[in-house]
């Protein structure tokens, strides 16, 4: 059975002391939901994270990793650091990644076997831009990010990818696809998967929606059935509003 996944991207928000202050807020909220609830703080701030919440039920995950093992990458961290400090899950290909930092489909396919190697999980976002969705051209976008990155994998490493389907013109903008827009596209990336890899790869497979998810969006979006969970930045920067989008649930 798959499981419902709540993520706090923090993006490069929060020094230190932002980082603990944020962390004894989120340790003072009561999850109701039966979500996975995780939050990516920046590298700086991995460590302190993991050691502040080992006691507690907040998966700490990196946003971000290199495909190199180790080597002159200055500025770069590598998945057997992340592994080093108790990190067991990371982020690939954020839209911001993509679009800031060069990141694609075929380096992304490199970090997805960095990570699988070092027996970490990962949460692979990818998503449409306004000009696909405009165009009709949403799912056929999808499909090629998904298959380039990912398809060059054998069925049982699916057990370590929870996938995240982020249109690009929701993220950031205060702009939610419908949960029905997000239902048709989850269900399609659902059915990708299972004429490649049949219904069990696809049945188990956790499928986030993210972008501008808040509490006010997240209970109708979580509802719909191919929907399981969310990928959530601005709003996981406030205790209350995280956690009422993992209680969403
Ligand atoms: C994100 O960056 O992954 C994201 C979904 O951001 P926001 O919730 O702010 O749109």
Redesign the pocket.
Known sequence: MRKNIVAG?W?MNNDLAQTETLITQLKGQTKTSNAEVMIAPSFTNLWHAFQSLRQDDIEVVAQNMHFAENGAYTGEVSASMLKSIGIQTVILG?S?RRAYFNETDASLAKKVDAALTNDIRIIF?FGEELADRKAGNEEAVVESQIKNALFHLGAEAFKNIVLAY?PVW????GETASPEQAQDMHAFIRKTLADTYGNEVADNMSILY????KPANAKEIFGKPDVDGG?????ALKAEDFYAIVNAF
């Open positions: 991207n993006k954020h911001e976002c982020e929701a993220i950031g903008t993210g972008g501008s998810v990928l959530i930045g601005g709003a």
